[in-house]
């Protein structure tokens, strides 16, 4: 089991017996996942750095420099690292080296007067050469994998959770407690419904339903009307039960 810490470690635990197989000190506190990938472990730190590390033994292959806490777990795909981080950049590095190769920054929406602005706390989804991310803006944005803006969309408040994409349509939650289905291709509305107070949860998605809790307490499943959706030509969420209510 590879974890992360507050305490500036990183852990490599034996399920077995729970005994620590290495621990790494990383310079910073872990706030977000990791990401496993061809035996090297890659990571953001509070503190500013994108690190891959040997999953054997901890080693540090190599640190890159974002410059701003990441609470975001690194994309890593087709050779390359993509990464975001509070101070509203996305950025993208070469797996092999950490070295930077792109930047967007992003700008505008909700928050403007807040420290957060347009801060990234979400991680980044990468689909079909495009990458998916949600900002404290309020904006879902859709890049090209060479840091191009394709799309973006204003929901009613910040991002925090991230964006799962299924059957080409992107799945997230906002702090205002709605959940949005939006197309992957262009960006646009599918579908919209009012579950909480806060959606920072990230959705899973599976044989055609959305579980995703919030900050009321409840975890949801929502479905989806067959009959709407044929009257109406998109997915109509039918009524939801939370999981606290069921008997």
Known sequence: MYIGGEDHFYYCFDLNDGHIIFKTQLGGSVEGGTTVVDNHIYVDTEAGDL?????????????????????????????????AAEDGIVRCYKQETGELVWTYKA???????????????ASPIVANNRVYIGCNSGYMYCLSDKGELIWRHLVRAAIWGSS?????????????????????????????LK????????????????????????????GEDEAATMQAGRPQPSPVRAADDRK
Do not use: H, M
């Open 164 to 192: 799962p994409v299924v059957d080409d349509r992107v799945v997230f939650g906002d702090k205002s407690g709605y959940v949005y289905i939006l197309s992957a291709d262009k960006g646009d509305l599918i579908s919209e």
């Open 107 to 121: 700008e505008g929406g909700l928050n403007q007067k807040t420290k957060e602005k347009n801060g990234f706390w």
């Open 195 to 222: 579950i909480g107070d806060n959606v920072d949860a990230t959705p899973a998605v599976l044989d055609g339903k959305i579980y995703v809790g919030a900050f009321n307490g409840k975890f949801y499943c929502l």
């Open 51 to 83: 690190l891959c590390l040997n999953a054997d033994d901890g080693s540090i292959i190599w640190k890159a420099r974002i410059g701003a806490d990441s609470n975001s777990t690194p994309a890593v795909i087709n050779g390359f690292v993509y990464t």
